[in-house]
C-alpha cells in the first residue's frame, strides 16, 4: 500500500504588532480676559503714613473697554452668584459656569449671623442689597444696620469717635455693598449685619470688632468678615491688635480678614493669626466663556509677618503660641503666614455689585475685598460651627484654620475639598502645596469647611 507524500503545513509568520502614533495632546484652551482698565477707589490708596492708624479697603473696579464705569444692567460677561456658585461648587453645576447661563442657580445654606465690620454709613446700603438679591434670585436677606458708636459705651477699654450715625463716604459705601450682597449670596439664610465703624481709623474699627462680636453672639454665633487692612506695626500682638480677634473666643465665631491688594507682603489684620486670611486668585475662562482654572492674582496680598512670631514658652500677649500651630507644625516655619485659602479677586474677573450711592447702579468688582465676604459665607453655609477653642483647653485655636490645614496631607480630602492653584505670580509664584498667594488654594464645596 502506498503512502501518499504530505504537503508540509504552511504556518504565516508572526503577525508584528501594529504601530500607533501616540494621539497629539490636547491644546490647552486659550484663556480670554476682557479688556478693560481698573480703578482704585480712594478709599483702597495705600498711604505711609497711615501705617499703625488707619485701615484702608481692598477694592478694585473694573472698567470693561468702551462702557462706563457703572451701568443700569448687569454685564453677564463677569461673574454673578450662580457662576461663582458653580465654580466653587457650593451651588448647583452647569456647563463651563458661564455667568450668562446661571439662572436662577444660586447657594443656598447658612445659618446665625454674619458681621461685616466696616468703616462709615452706607446710606443705600439695605436698598441696594435688595435689589441685587432681587436681581439674582436670592432670597430677601434678613439685614440690621449697626452703628458702631457711643451707645455702646465703653469695650474693652475703647470708645467709639461719633454718637449717632457715622459720616458717609462712597469709596467704603461701594465695600460695604460688596461685603453684604457676598456675603448673602453664600450664605442667604445667614443673618447679615452691616456693622458700621465711625471712621477707618484702627481704634473705631477695633471698637466696631467689639461691637459685631456682640451682636453676632446675640444671634447664636457666626462669622466677622473684615475686608479692611493696613500695614502691620511693631504693637499689633496681644493686646495692641490681636485681642480683638478672639475676644469672644468662647463662642462660635470665625474672623476673616483680605490679605491685600498690593501684591507681595502681609498686611494687619489679615496677618494675624486669628483670623482666616483671606488670599485673591484670577478665573480664567475660555474664548467660549467657560470656566478653564484659577490662577495666582497677580495683585493678592500675602506674605510673611513681620511681628507675629511663634513663642516658646507661649505667651498670649507677646506673639503666637499653640493657637496658631495650624501653620507651625506643617510649614516649619516661626512666622505667620498669609494667606490661608483664596477667592476670585482680580478684578478682570471680577464679580457684579449694585450700588447707587457712589456710582449709578451696576459696576464690575474685585479685590480681595471679594474673597473674604465670599469665604465667611461659604464657611457659615459649611454649618460646622469651629469657632475659637477656650484658653483653658489644647484646643485653644481658630479652630476653622486647623481643620483647613489638616487636610492638606491627605491624598482623598484635600483634592476634594480644595483647588491647589500651582499657577500665576504676586511676586512670589504660586506651587504645589501652600504658597503665599493663594494659601491652601481656592474653596470646593462645603466639606473639610
Same mark, same amino acid.
Given at each position: ?7 508540509? %503545513? ?21 484663556? =480670554? ?5 481698573? %480703578? %482704585? ?24 473697554? $468702551? ?15 450662580? &457662576? ?5 461648587? =457650593? ?6 459656569? @458661564? ?16 458681621? *461685616? ?12 442689597? @435688595? ?19 457711643? &451707645?455702646? $459705651? ?39 449685619? *452691616? ?24 444671634? #447664636? ?8 487692612? #493696613? &500695614?502691620?506695626? +511693631? ?27 498690593? $501684591? ?7 496677618? +494675624?493669626?486669628?483670623?482666616? +486670611? ?25 506674605? !510673611? ?6 513663642? &516658646? ?7 503666637? #503660641? ?7 507644625? *506643617? ?21 457684579? !455689585? ?8 451696576? %459696576? ?7 474673597? +473674604?465676604?465670599?469665604?465667611? #459665607? ?54 504645589? $502645596? ?16
Amino acid at each position: 500500500m502506498s503512502m501518499l507524500a504530505q504537503e508540509p %503545513i504552511k504556518v504565516p509568520p508572526p503577525e508584528m504588532p501594529q504601530q500607533f502614533e501616540p494621539a497629539p495632546a490636547a491644546p490647552a484652551p486659550q484663556i =480670554v480676559h476682557p479688556a478693560g482698565k481698573v %480703578i %482704585i477707589p480712594a478709599s483702597s490708596v495705600v498711604r505711609a503714613e497711615d501705617a499703625g492708624l488707619r485701615a484702608h479697603t481692598n477694592v478694585a473696579i473694573f472698567v470693561p473697554e $468702551g462702557m462706563p464705569v457703572a451701568s443700569p444692567s448687569v454685564n453677564y460677561t463677569y461673574e454673578t452668584p450662580a &457662576s461663582l456658585g458653580c465654580i466653587y461648587h =457650593v451651588s448647583l453645576q452647569y456647563a463651563g459656569c @458661564k455667568p450668562v447661563n446661571g439662572g436662577t442657580n444660586r447657594p443656598t445654606g447658612g445659618w446665625g449671623a454674619i458681621a *461685616l465690620v466696616d468703616a462709615y454709613d452706607n446710606p443705600n446700603a439695605e436698598s441696594d442689597l @435688595k435689589a441685587f438679591s432681587t436681581q439674582f434670585h436670592v432670597p430677601a436677606p434678613q439685614f440690621t444696620k449697626i452703628y458702631a458708636n457711643t &451707645s455702646y $459705651g465703653n469695650l474693652h477699654g475703647l470708645t467709639a469717635s461719633c454718637g449717632g450715625t457715622p459720616p458717609g463716604n462712597t469709596g467704603w459705601g461701594l465695600e460695604e455693598d460688596l461685603d453684604i450682597e457676598y456675603a448673602h449670596t453664600m450664605a442667604p439664610n445667614a443673618k447679615i449685619l *452691616l456693622v458700621e465703624a465711625c471712621s477707618n481709623s484702627f481704634s473705631d474699627l477695633y471698637f466696631a470688632e467689639l461691637v459685631a462680636g456682640l451682636e453676632v453672639t446675640a444671634r #447664636g454665633g457666626g462669622d466677622i468678615s473684615n475686608s479692611w487692612g #493696613g &500695614s502691620e506695626y +511693631s504693637t499689633e500682638v496681644g493686646t495692641g491688635g490681636d485681642v480683638y480677634f478672639y475676644e469672644w473666643y468662647w463662642k462660635n465665631i470665625v474672623y476673616f480678614a483680605s490679605a491685600g491688594d498690593d $501684591g507681595w507682603g502681609a498686611q494687619y489684620p489679615s496677618s +494675624s493669626p486669628w483670623v482666616v +486670611s483671606a488670599g485673591g486668585t484670577t478665573i480664567n475662562r475660555d474664548s467660549s466663556g467657560n470656566f478653564v482654572s484659577e490662577s495666582c492674582w497677580s495683585g493678592s496680598g500675602g506674605g !510673611v509677618s513681620s511681628y507675629e512670631n511663634w513663642q &516658646s514658652p507661649p505667651d498670649l500677649n507677646n506673639g503666637m #503660641g499653640p493657637w496658631a500651630n495650624f501653620q507651625y507644625s *506643617l510649614l516649619g516655619q516661626t512666622a505667620r503666614q498669609t494667606p490661608d485659602i483664596s477667592f476670585d479677586a482680580d478684578p478682570n474677573s471680577g464679580a457684579n !455689585v449694585y450700588d447707587t450711592y457712589g456710582y449709578s447702579g451696576w %459696576i464690575v468688582v474685585g479685590g480681595t475685598s471679594l474673597s +473674604s465676604p465670599a469665604l465667611a #459665607g461659604i464657611i457659615n453655609s459649611a454649618d460646622n460651627r469651629l469657632g475659637q477653642g477656650p484658653p483653658d483647653t489644647p484646643q485653644f485655636s481658630t479652630m476653622e484654620n486647623n481643620l483647613i490645614y489638616d487636610q492638606m496631607n491627605s491624598v482623598q480630602a484635600f483634592p476634594h475639598n480644595f483647588y491647589d492653584v500651582t499657577t500665576g505670580n504676586n511676586g512670589v509664584a504660586a506651587g504645589p $502645596g501652600y504658597d503665599q498667594c493663594t494659601g491652601v488654594g481656592s474653596v470646593r464645596g462645603h466639606l473639610g469647611k
